[in-house]
C-alpha cells in the first residue's frame, strides 16, 4: 500500500495550495481519509477527515471554512483545497487511510510520506 502526498510548496500568505493524495494497493471505496499537519516542534494534528463516500466530512477549527477536503474514489485519490492560508497553517501535511469508519484521529492503518508546506508573510 502506498499513499503519495503531493502538491506542497511556498506560498504567500492568503493564497492558495491543493494537496493530493494518490492511493495504490487499496480500494478507497473502503477506506475513510483524513489529512494531518505537523508543524516543528508541535505534534501532529488531525486537520479534516472524510468518509468513505465522501459526503460526510470534518475539519478541525483552525481550518473550517478555508481548507475543504474531497476525494474520486475512481481515481483512487483525496484532496485537500486549502484558500486563506496563513502563518500558522505552514507543517508538513500527511494523509492517511483507515477501515474504521469513525472520525476518530486514532486507528490510521496506512500513512503517506507528507509534503511541506510553507507560507510566507
Known amino acids: 500500500v502506498q499513499l503519495q502526498a503531493s502538491g506542497g510548496g511556498l506560498v504567500q500568505a492568503g493564497g492558495s495550495l491543493r494537496l493530493s493524495c494518490s492511493v495504490s494497493?487499496?480500494?478507497?471505496?473502503?477506506?475513510?481519509m483524513a489529512w494531518f499537519r505537523q508543524a516543528p516542534g508541535k505534534e501532529r494534528d488531525v486537520v479534516s477527515s472524510?468518509?468513505?463516500?465522501?459526503?460526510?466530512?470534518w475539519y478541525a477549527e483552525s481550518v473550517k471554512g478555508r481548507f475543504t477536503v474531497s476525494r474520486d474514489n475512481a481515481k483512487n485519490t483525496v484532496y485537500l483545497q486549502m484558500y486563506s492560508l496563513r502563518a500558522e497553517d505552514m507543517a508538513v501535511y500527511y494523509c492517511a487511510a483507515k477501515r474504521d469508519s469513525s472520525f476518530s484521529p486514532l486507528r490510521y492503518e496506512f500513512w503517506g510520506q507528507g509534503t511541506l508546506v510553507t507560507v510566507s508573510s
Open positions: 472524510i468518509s468513505r463516500n465522501g459526503v460526510t466530512t
Open positions: 494497493g487499496i480500494s478507497l471505496d473502503y477506506y475513510t
